[in-house]
Structures are given as C-alpha cells and as structure tokens.
C-alpha cells in the first residue's frame, strides 16, 4: 500500500511530466484506433453494398442449386417456410428470387437476357430498387408487366409500354415463352447486370416457368451486418440439411472475402510500422523522463533505499501511467471514431466519378466502424507495448552507477 | 552565426542518448512511410500487371460505339490498314483480333448466359497467355471441328467434360438467331469469378463464319513493350484513325483505375497518421528534454544570450538531427526495400494465411520512385521541423532568474 501511494505520488508530483507521457500513449491509441476503424468500416460497407445488390447476406437454396443452378433445383417457397423463418428474432425480412437464363426480344433485337421473378416490395426493401427506376413504373404482382434494366432495354430498343417477348426453358424441359408489356426501365449499379436483366412479379415468373411456389434462391436478411455468422449457424442446425442448403455471403462473394483478408494483411503490416514509430516516439519521452530523474534516483538509493523497492514503486508507476493513457486515449478515441462513424468522409470530385464508373455500386465515402472489440484489441496491444518501454526506468535503476547519478 | 551553429554541434553531442533516440525516430518515421508507400506501389504493379497483360492488354481498339452498345454489327473499320500501322510502331510488343459476340449456352444440364470469343489461337497465346490458364484437356484443338474452352466453373455448372457437345445460340450481323454445336476442347481457370463462368473462346473463323459472310473483327488488342506507354499510343492511334475508339488500360478498366487510385489515397491517409505519431512522439522528447534543460537555458539566458538566439539554437540543433536523422532513414529504407526487393515480403506473415486459397499471391516485391522517396523525405523533415516549433518556443517562456535557481 506504501508503494501504491508513493507512486501515486510520485506521478504527480511533476504533473506537466506525467501530462506529457500520457498524452504520448493517449495518442498513440487514437492513432492506431482510427486506422484499424477505418479498415473495418470499409470492408463493412463492401459487403453490405455488394450483398444488398448482388448475393445478399444469406441465401437459403435447394442443395443441388449449387452444383447445377437449374430451375430443375428449385426451393419450395410456402407460408410454413415462411413462418419457420421468422421465427427467429434476429432475422429482419425475405427476398424470394425466381430466376433463369432466357431469350429476350423485341420487335427487331433478340438478346440473351437474366430473368428475375421478384418480390418488388422486398427488393425495395433490400436495395432501394424502385428508386433506381428512370422510367415508368414497377409491376404489381401478376398483372403481367415486366420491368427491364436500362442496358438491356437499349440493345432491344424497347421503352415504356413496348412488349417484350420472352422465350425459353420451364421447369423438368418443358417450353415456356410469354409476352409481357414493358412497365419501367431502372438503372442497374452493377454494370454486368444491367445489361441483361429482365425483372418480372414473382407470380407472373412462377407461371411462366410452371415453376408454382417454387423459388430458386431466398435471400436473409438479418437485422445487422454482425449477427450473419450466428444466424446461419443455428439455421443450420433447425432446418434440414437435405432439403435447404444456407449459404453466407463469405461463400457467395469468396472473392470478396479474399480481397478482405489481403487488405487485413496489409493494414496489420501498416498498424506493425505504425506501432513502431509510436513506440519510438514513446520510448524517447520516458527516456527524457528518466534523465531528468536520474539525480533523483541516485539520492534515494544513496540515502539507504533498496533498489528493488525503488524499481517496485518505479513499476508501479508505470502500470499507472500506460494504463490510464490507454484509458485516456478511449474516450476522445471514441469520440473520434463516433464523429467519423456517423460523418463519413466524403470522396469528392475525381474519386467519387471512378467509384461511379466501376459500376459496382458502392458509395464513394470512407466509413468509419464503431465496434467494441477494435478498443479492446487497440487498447491490448498498446498496454503491453507503452508498458515494455515504460520498463526502462525500471532497469535502469537497477543498473545505477551511483557516483554519476548523484553528479549529475 | 558560426558560434551559434558550434555549439548546436556541441550541444547535440553532449547528451548523445537524447540525440540518438530523436534522431532514430526521424530515422524510423522515415523508413516506415517510405517502406509503406513501396510495397503499396509493388502491390498494385504485382497484382495488376499479370491482370492487364491478360484481361485488358496496354491497348484496344474498338468501333467507337461497341463497347457501349455491343452489337454484332459494330465491328471494326480499316482492319488492315490499322495493323499496318501498329507494325511500324517500335513500343509494339504483340497484338491479336477477336471477334466478340454475347449468346446463349446449352447443355443437356443448363442454359447459360456466355459471352464468346473468337480468337486466333496461335496470336492469342502470346497476348494473353490462354494456354496457360489450362487445367483440363487441350488448348483450342485444331482435330476437333469446332472446337471451344470454357471457364472450368461453366463446365461445371453445364457438367460436361472435353469431347462432349454444348450449344451456342447468338445473333449474326443480320439480327438473324443462329445455334451451332461445339465440342469442348478444354477448360481454363480464372482469378476472376465471373470469367470463369461465363466465357468461352472457339476459333475467330469458325465465329466469323456463322456471323456474318466476311471476315469481321471487334477488337483488337494490342501489347506494349511497357504498359505506361498505352495512353500515348492510343492518343497516336486515335489521331491517324479517327473511325475507331483507341483506349489504354486504364480507361478500359474503371475496376483498376478504381483501386489504383483508393490504393493511393490510402497510403498518403496512413503516411499522414504515421508522419502525425511521428510528429507527436518528437514534440514530446522535445518537450522533456526542454524541461530537462531548464537551467542550462536559463544560464544561457541570465549571462545575456538573448531570446532570438536561444530559439536559433534549439531550432539548429532540431535541424541538425533531423538531416542527419533523414538521411539515415532514406538509407535504411534503401537497404530494406532492397533487401525485400530480392526476397520478397511475405504478407501470409502478417495474418494472410488463408491469402493463397482465394488465389494472392502474398509475396510483395516493394517498388520505390524517386518521385514517391523526395515527397515523403520531405514531408518527415517538415513534420520534425514543425515538431521542434513549440519546445522551443517554450523555452523562450523561461524566467532566467527562475530557471537558474531549478
């Protein structure tokens, strides 16, 4: 207890000093917290822009789907699905897709053509779809309209109120071919799909390719980001294995998963070099620190005190001073992150048209993530780094020459 | 002035800890941003050049409106006259022509939607190394009448194996439906995905003949003995042939553009967070070794050195270690990125382990310009200079009278 007061003490008896160390490590953990924040919030953004208009967060298929994406695999799609699904609390709604590869045609022009049997009210809900229309309206369900992406409906030459013939496979070979009247055209941000998607009303899709109740892939959504790895998990436990297979978008996307675990590499290389400097940083203010008190140590240890009570208390103190500069670096780490969080930084002018023209919808802004853990582990690596260079005064009391020390 | 400058020299040496620990740092900060702006620019080179040279070339040359529009009939103009002219330029590495038409594939198992290639084998292989991507049968077979290759993920999905048959159905230049049967001559692999799925390659004439009655061509893609230099080629190309649409890599692919440009914004936001803990960790030994040095001030002070000459003296002695300080840096990073230059970094090190399932190569080789190296070695010596403003600044505020007493 005598030690722990004499630490205490010792902190602030040159307060200006102590100020001075613990802004270094403060610091040091804003720095390394915004970084790692930043990282994290961009990957996050990634999948969330990529599954919203690509894969979705989850998707529920008929096992076989995978090996052969054939409308002959398809999910039966009925109200007890339904139900059982959202069941579970942390799922948040359903986007049922009905979807093969057809002929696509218009009075002259015929194409191959992506068509999508979907639920407008879902997708609306999933990536704002009905916004992106840039003509026209979207179809109700059934009513035998169809809605073209804008690429497509440029190579057929078709517009508003023009009809639309699709012809191909239904479901176990048999033919199928419709007539639909063109209810909208929308603008795709996948550049690859926006020059081949046909969207029509889930039922109007089931009729056409007698595919009744059947979808091909439904898509979860969960309420966030996060919860994704536990929900499929336990999905995977309540449904039965051979009659639905639950895919995350990690296997949906694996190239974007790779392209997120390349970047987690690189920016642990940067937070390494980062560490360093800071550390350096560090270790010259304890080592001013110690200078200034080496005349210090040496009249405490000539007047009788024993060395390893001395580095005892000089321990002390360091476990004091990284800990409340960790601690000190959090809040205004926090407020940082949190005013970043919630204000993105803006990718303006040249940036934000290459964003634009890679077509892959996402958002040109840096976004900044706000978790928890990243204090955690921020807040971990710097305790142990400060509290290795704080240990120098500690050994070098060990070490004193007492003559110099009282000289100088 | 030279009194001033001798005992700046003086005074950095007579506490060579201090001075050691300040310079090191600078030497560190230095060596970090260089280090990390190297290995950003080797990553961008290591994983695009393969990425251009296969998927983009330097170069291409299209009808102006094809690659808008893509429509059978948008072929390309002058033909010859074009490839007489690229052989007279001395940048040409190798060019080919290939026929580009989007259909349909069937097979007894799946209908696909596929865009096909039609190529000229032999010119197609020195361009974009086809042959080498093989992971199953043989490279566009010359016995096999009609021959096609395809993504292995397409052959997978429409499960068939080479020898079997698939259909292709597209329309010719007279909007007309035309299907043809091939038989699979093998199956390539891709690092990218929707490659992989959905393109297939059958030879230029055989895709000519069902398209239209002579020979037609869509693009034409050329290699240069460097890729930087496809922007002024196409510029050349663009003015001796303005009927077609000439564009270098870089406009051909907003995918690259894309992250070649964050790839830089990122690495001047993270240079600039090292040059700030950089900066904040120098204000801070400024700082101590200023209070350290109060009575020594103070005595310059009280026997008459005046204010303007103090500040002088801090500020020669911070100058004095920062050049000396960046000049080690540069040195280090030199040697480092040398060194790493010959062996290779390997990020699977730095937790990327699972890197090479998704097809990374993880070793990076670090390239530095001497553009990138001048920007950040100034930036570090203006950031220490700018560090040493407020220490020395401080110590103006001394009390001589105080300070000699301290």
Known sequence: ?408 | MTTLMLLAWRNVWRNPARSAVLLLAIALGLWAGLLMVAVSQGMLVQRFERLIEQEFSHLQVHHPQFLTEREVQDHLPDVAALQHWLQQQPELREHTLRVLVDGMIQSPALTAGVEIRGVDPQRERRVSQLDTTLNQGKYLDAALRNPILMGARLAEKLRVRPGQRVVLTFQDTRQELVSASFTLSGTFTSLSRAEEESRVYVPAEVLSAYLADQAIWHQLAVLLQHPDQGSAVAARLQQAFPQVQALAWLELSPELRFLTEMGDLLTWILIGVILLALAFGLLNTLLMATFERTHELGMLLAIGMNKRRVFGLITLESLLITASGALLGVLLALLNINWLAREGLDLSRFGGAALAEFGYDTLIVPVLGSDELLAVALLVVLTALLAALYPAWKALQLNPAQAVRN
Do not use: K
């Open chain 1, 1 to 408: 207890m005598l030690y722990l007061s004499l630490a205490w003490r010792n902190l602030w008896r040159n307060a200006r000093r102590t100020l001075i160390t613990l802004a270094s490590i403060a610091f040091a953990v804003v720095l390394a917290l915004w970084v790692s924040s930043m990282n994290r919030g961009s990957h996050q953004l990634m999948v969330d822009n990529l599954s919203r208009f690509h894969t979705g967060f989850i998707q529920l298929q008929e096992p076989a789907w995978l090996d052969e994406p054939s409308l002959d695999h398809t999910l039966t799609y009925d109200p007890a699905l339904q139900q059982q699904l959202l069941a579970d609390t942390r799922l948040d709604y359903l986007v049922p897709r009905l979807e093969t590869f057809m002929l696509a045609g218009g009075a002259e022009q015929v194409r191959g053509a992506m068509v999508l049997g979907v639920d407008a009210a879902a997708e609306q809900q999933l990536n704002g779809l009905q916004e992106r229309l840039i003509a026209g309206e979207f179809f109700q369900p059934g009513d035998g309209r169809a809605v073209l992406t804008e690429g497509l409906a440029r190579r057929l030459q078709l517009t508003v109120g023009d009809e639309l013939v699709l012809l191909g496979q239904g479901r176990f070979a048999s033919s199928a071919a419709g007539l639909f009247e063109v209810a909208g055209v929308v603008r795709h941000p996948l550049r690859e799909l926006d020059n081949q998607l046909v969207y029509l009303s889930l039922p109007d899709a089931q009729w056409l390719l007698s595919a009744e109740q059947q979808v091909s892939t439904l898509l979860l959504t969960p309420h966030q980001l996060q919860q994704t790895d536990a929900l499929v998990s336990s999905l995977r436990q309540s449904l039965d294995a051979q009659r639905h297979r639950v895919v995350p978008w990690q296997e949906l996307m694996p190239e974007v998963l790779g392209a997120i675990q390349f970047d987690l590499a690189q920016q642990n290389f940067v937070l390494g070099t980062l560490y360093m400097v800071i550390g350096f940083g560090l270790f010259g203010t304890i080592l001013m620190m110690t200078l200034e008190r080496t005349r210090e140590f040496g009249v405490l240890i000539s007047l009788g005190m024993q060395r390893y009570r001395l580095s005892l208390v000089l321990l002390l103190e360091t476990l004091m001073l990284t800990l409340l500069g960790v601690l000190a670096g959090c809040l205004p780490g926090w407020l940082l992150l949190r005013h970043f969080h919630h204000n993105p930084i803006q990718l303006g002018g040249d940036m934000a048209q290459v964003f634009e023209d890679m077509g892959m919808g996402l958002e040109p802004i840096l976004p900044f993530a706000l978790d928890a853990d990243l204090f955690i582990t921020q807040g971990l690596v710097l305790f142990v780094l400060s509290f290795l260079i704080c240990l120098y005064p500690v050994l070098r009391v060990l070490r004193l020459d007492l003559m110099t020390a009282a000289r100088s």
